[in-house]
């Protein structure tokens, strides 16, 4: 089967670092996948490294850490990071962020950002964008995580994370920063980031991770952040969601210096003061000791779970606390003619991501993809597709088809599909006037739990099995005629055998184009010749060679 290779492309940013001189650049990847693996622990902390809280990140079994700035107030980027190798060793994913102690050796030769730049690059699987550790956008595993010198080094922060937060291709998303509003930490901090990253962070569904004072304090689920409001149908201290609209923010500020106190929302002890917006609060008020945040996303077998514990370096848990992804009902963007986007719906079965280039339409449009109410019970334009019952619709704010062909990446559970059966996946769209499912220009990563592919025209669509079929007389082409010029997009090669070969040809014996062998049961052809020039309407001949024999078809292009 012929497969279309289908490119996502990540966020448009380069890569700039004044430690490798002005000028210099290098354009990272983000990582396909959309959600880290099963049991993956971040680590969240900040002001200070001491060798007490590296020893508890090493035995807790942290896959990554992401310090929240203020390393270790020596102004020493050679003696930190030989601190960080001798105990986590010299891979170990160390993530940073600039604080406001860490400026004057930030960007100097051999200072930290170079540092923790070059360490990255050792990371095999790490991905960053942007100028790291002030406005980066990074992707480790599956976990999407944007880098900010919010209020203390570099400007456009705001707008980047906004940016970032839209395009970022992952289930779970963290926005993280060293400094904090007033309202967002319980010492005496004053206004030192302002309330727009707090909002694109929380429009954006992004976790928001921040250090800066002394102490550990966690609100619950949060709908505003400037005036804090709890989440009316979460206001449970231990429960949290995070979604667009919804998320919470902590303080993880313990990583060895001194320890201060509780100042706001008193008293200490719950339920806190100010507008019960605390879940847990730990301070020098609390006897509180060093220590670290740990969450650890995909548990209990649900990618769309995570668990929360705050731990101290004398392995007492703090805090617990679990954290929930919803499904989205819809999801929506506005694109315009020359704009490219990408569009991510979390279904109730994992993220589907539309990636939109620029000139898919004449016209501004607004696209909606949404879980439809059901799947029709419609054959196949050859009876050999199997439902899944999971899928997606897209639809526009007028009826456009688009001028480019759109990707879009489907994830899927691990509902105990074998081998044989992934393979056998691929996208389908549902035609309503003539009741029938056809099947899309598909690939499946399977160790992914993905399925790719592209489209030219909005429907519902479905994630299908291709079912070898035994009597329905072999290859066959469809539609056919395929006329262009009313939507047809591509023709369908079904009831293929193993190893198939399709050669198409004009009825004169010229060569139009070869496909391949590829998955078994499906193929399609978009129309054009191996110059990929479209070719003129009439009638070509489509040779069928596999192991079992050959076939000739006729196949009618009307244009």
């Known amino acids: 089967m012929f497969i279309w290779a289908v490119l996502f492309l990540g966020l448009a940013v380069i890569q700039v670092s004044p430690a490798f001189g002005e000028g210099s650049s290098r354009a990272l990847p983000v990582s396909q996948a959309s959600w880290p693996p099963p049991g993956f ?6 002001d200070g490294n001491s060798a007490d809280v590296l020893e508890l990140i090493k035995a807790q079994g942290a896959h990554m850490l992401i310090h929240l700035g203020d390393f270790d107030y020596e102004g020493n980027p050679d003696r930190f990071e030989r601190r960080i190798n001798d105990i986590l060793g010299p891979q170990f994913p160390y993530f ?11 960007s100097v030769p051999g200072g930290y950002q170079e540092r923790f730049f070059k360490r990255l690059n050792q990371i095999q699987g790490a991905s960053c964008t942007g100028d790291y550790g002030v406005n980066s956008a990074c992707s480790y595993k599956g976990f999407f995580f944007v880098l900010s010198g919010i209020g203390t080094l570099g400007s456009g922060h705001e707008a980047y994370l906004r940016e970032a937060l839209a395009q970022a291709p992952s289930l779970w998303k963290v926005a993280a920063w060293h400094k904090n509003q007033t309202e967002m930490q319980v010492g005496k901090k004053e206004n030192e980031a302002s309330w727009e990253p707090y909002k694109a962070a929380l429009e954006g569904g992004a976790i928001i991770a921040t ?31 995070v979604g667009p609209g919804a998320t919470f923010a902590f303080v993880s500020g313990l990583g060895g210096k001194d320890i201060r106190s509780q100042t706001r929302c008193l008293p200490a002890d719950p339920p806190y003061g100010c507008q019960g917006e605390w879940g847990k609060i730990y301070t020098s008020n609390h006897g509180a000791k060093h220590g670290v945040l740990f969450i650890t996303f995909h548990v209990d077998g649900d990618p769309r779970k995570a668990r929360g514990e705050y731990v101290n370096i004398d392995h007492e848990l703090i805090d617990s606390f679990t954290i929930e992804r919803p499904a989205e009902a819809r999801a929506s963007a506005s694109v315009s003619p020359g704009e490219e986007k990408t569009l991510l719906f979390n279904s109730e079965w994992g993220p589907v991501r539309i990636h939109i280039p620029a000139g898919a339409f004449p016209a501004e449009a607004t696209l ?26 897209i639809t526009a704010s007028q009826p456009l088809s688009p001028a480019v062909r759109i990707s879009v990446s489907m994830q899927y559970p691990e509902d105990g599909l074998s081998d044989s059966e992934e393979e056998e996946l691929v996208l389908a769209a549902y035609d309503p006037y003539q009741n029938k499912w056809t099947a899309q220009p598909s690939s499946v990563m399977p160790e992914e739990n993905r399925v790719d592919a592209v489209i030219n025209h909005f429907s519902t669509f479905q994630m299908m099995r291709v079912l070898p079929l035994e009597s329905a007389g072999g290859p066959r082409a469809f539609p056919n005629p395929c006329r262009m010029s009313k939507g047809c997009g591509f023709v369908t090669f079904a009831g293929l055998p193993d190893d198939a070969r399709i050669r198409l040809f004009t009825p004169a014996g010229e060569r139009v184009l070869d496909i391949p062998p590829g998955a078994p049961g499906v193929a399609v052809w978009d129309g054009k010749n191996e110059s990929g020039q479209p070719v003129a309407s009439g009638v070509y001949l489509a040779l069928v060679e596999s192991p079992q024999g050959r076939k000739l078809l006729k196949v009618a292009v009307l244009r």
């Open 41 to 46: 622990k971040v680590a969240f902390v900040g």
């Open 96 to 106: 940073i962020l600039v604080g406001n102690h860490d400026i004057d050796k930030w």
């Open 211 to 241: 250090a800066h004072e002394h102490s550990y304090e966690r609100t619950k689920t949060l709908v505003d952040m400037e005036s804090p409001r709890v989440d009316p149908l979460w206001p449970d201290p231990h429960r949290l969601r």
């Open 368 to 393: 909606s993809v949404t879980t439809p109410p059901n799947f029709p019970k419609a054959p196949s334009s050859q009876g050999e597709l199997m439902n899944t019952e999971k899928g997606f619709e």
